[in-house]
């Protein structure tokens, strides 16, 4: 019986959490799932963002299942001690698990161009991964300080870091388009000389196949927004994957329908990429797209589980289109969508 | 007699920069004018990318127009030793001249608003200047390297930087709508802590004026496209300004169409913001418009010479509608378009 963690987390993360059970306990019956505290919750509940007792629980899971994670502007939680507030706990989280890679996919749903910010024209028929490295750069080095009037970071690669993650792009692109691009700044930084040099050489050592180009991360925040669909898989450090997969998710038109992966060594993670959004917490009118597409992910990346991950994905299109949800200009709450989905799923696959 | 040193540099540098200089002998004939090499040229023809006689030329002169530097992307100058490249040459001029303050006008032409890459109703409208600091951070810091599989890089600011350039950002916000967006990554990074802190209480010492807000910069990735009327001036750190001033200039549709002014403690540097554009070199079909608007910045910022930049910049709007460039779906050349400019100086101001 494959265990399933789930952790709530903050502002709508419980409710879109929620949604996505529902539909997992439907699609998958025989999954263990047990629910535990991250972020501002936990430390509330624990006085820490990343208690003890959700680390144990992690140990034995087969997947994990996030909410979303962090407070209002004006938080309380946000003049804690810096690894006490709730965003320490979601990258404890990620090193916990080892997941060096985080997987967005920006797909431009047809019939919903009209959505999205760019002309539809350009929106139409984009389709991009982004792989994002999650553990590494100026994210986790320890050299960091502050010292009277001056602050430090380190942004620090190693090739074993850099080559697992481009790895992992490079095993995606081969079952897409085949085409990856690196994303850099090796016109100015030491770290992406290494960046460029390593994925190069892992291409032209095992994937010959692939058809791989390096940009600079500022032509590539153009283009993202200007020709999108130059892109195929884009692989970046995490600092850049930040950004551009932040900025290529609003190309879809709505944060609301955006789920991730985050890939590595043991369980993966599996969160929407919308954040907590205090403003309407509580108010059950939270899209949870994005969640149930993440329980999808999860079923497929965590679990090998592609059928039941198809099966919702289609039923969560047909929910978009017959129900939509008030961020995509619809009237539908968290409990009608969710109840459209459920719905959709009893109906045979065409 | 002011003096002004023109940097022509690489790609379609000397067919723009030379346009510029035609349109600022007719609106200031009393200039001295003298040209120096940079980039990649500068590389040809004295082995270094920042030659001591153009740093010398620099020691008196009051303002240095500049064309592009950088060569295509399989360009042998790309595996120079880093010193050597075109790109050091930039980043060793930005540091003579002290220019620690980037100020890049995004700004959509009313009737050329079809040419963004955004829905028409949200690019109306827009007017951003974003600041970026250019002298600190990642990009300058010495503690720099690449040891066998290991690389790493510094990001480092003091107050004393980060208080001028936001000093310039408060300064161009009361000419405006008072209103400055700081951006950072303070839920991560210590540098972006002391960034925000270092923003907020010169705000509050001596910006009572100002409204000011403090955002992340992934957040503000997307905004500027799902929502760009809602910035007025952005003020940001080297590398994400980097990265956000090269996103929003898209917005207008055209890079063909961008300028901007880097300004510190004296003389100022003035430059269009596109790249070198290697394909289109030595055709004579580049849009000279945003170097020909540099060149209204350099008599604004530079001289004080308000009125004969706003003479240019209605000039330029008019060829912009009368003769468009190839960019921009027109038929026009650069000496076309430079010659309507020129002409459309001619008349009287509305
Ligand atoms: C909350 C923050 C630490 C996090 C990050 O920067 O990784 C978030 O922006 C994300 O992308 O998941
Ligand atoms: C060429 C490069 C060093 C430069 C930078 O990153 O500053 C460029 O991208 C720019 O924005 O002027």
Redesign the interface.
């Known amino acids: 019986m494959p265990k399933i963690v789930t952790l709530p987390g903050d502002g709508i993360g419980p409710e879109v959490t929620a949604a996505a059970v529902q539909v997992l306990r439907e699609v998958a019956p025989d999954l263990s799932i047990e629910e535990h505290a991250i972020g501002g919750a936990a430390y509330e509940a624990h006085g820490d963002p990343f208690p003890q007792v959700t680390r144990d629980a992690l140990g034995d899971a087969d997947a994990v299942l996030l909410g979303t994670v ?1 407070g209002p ?1 004006n938080s309380p939680w ?1 003049s804690l001690p810096r690894p006490l ?1 709730p ?1 320490s706990g979601l ?1 404890a989280l990620r090193k916990a698990l080892g997941c060096y890679a985080n997987l967005r996919p920006v797909r431009v749903q047809p019939g919903l161009e009209h959505l999205s ?3 539809p024209e ?1 929106a139409r028929g984009v389709d991009i991964l982004i792989v994002r490295e999650l553990l590494g750069g ?2 986790f080095d320890g050299d ?3 010292e009277g ?12 870091e850099v080559e697992r993650v481009a790895k992992m792009a490079f095993w995606a692109a081969e079952q897409r388009k085949g085409r990856v691009t690196s994303v850099d ?1 090796a ?5 992406s ?3 460029r040099r390593d994925v190069q050489a892992l291409r032209d050592r095992s994937y010959r196949s692939i058809h791989l180009n ?1 940009e600079y ?3 590539v ?2 283009l993202i ?2 020709d999108p669909s130059r892109y195929d898989v884009i692989v970046t450090e995490n ?2 994957g ?3 997969s ?2 290529a ?2 190309i879809p038109g709505s ?1 609301g329908l955006m789920p991730s992966a985050s890939l590595g060594d043991g369980a993966g993670l599996f969160e929407p990429i919308h954040g907590s959004a205090p403003d309407i917490a509580g108010q059950g009118v939270a899209n949870p797209a994005a969640a149930i597409m993440s329980a999808a992910m999860l079923l497929r990346h965590g679990l090998g589980r592609s059928d039941a991950a198809n099966q919702i994905e289609r039923a969560v299109a047909l929910a978009l289109r017959e129900h939509p949800t008030r961020d995509l200009g619809g009237k539908a709450d968290t409990v009608t969508f969710t109840r459209a989905v459920l719905e959709a799923m009893g109906t045979p696959a065409v």
């Not at 009037?149 to 074993?160: G, L, S």
């Not at 016109?187 to 770290?191: D, F, H, I």
């Open positions: 962090g502007q946000n507030r965003e990258l910010p760019l002309k350009l100026v994210y960091r300080k502050i009037d001056t602050a430090y970071n380190t942004m620090r690669y190693t090739t074993a700044k016109n100015v930084l030491e770290v000389e290494l960046w390096h991360v500022d032509s925040a153009m927004v200007s600092l850049f930040d950004i551009l932040d900025l998710a609003v944060l």
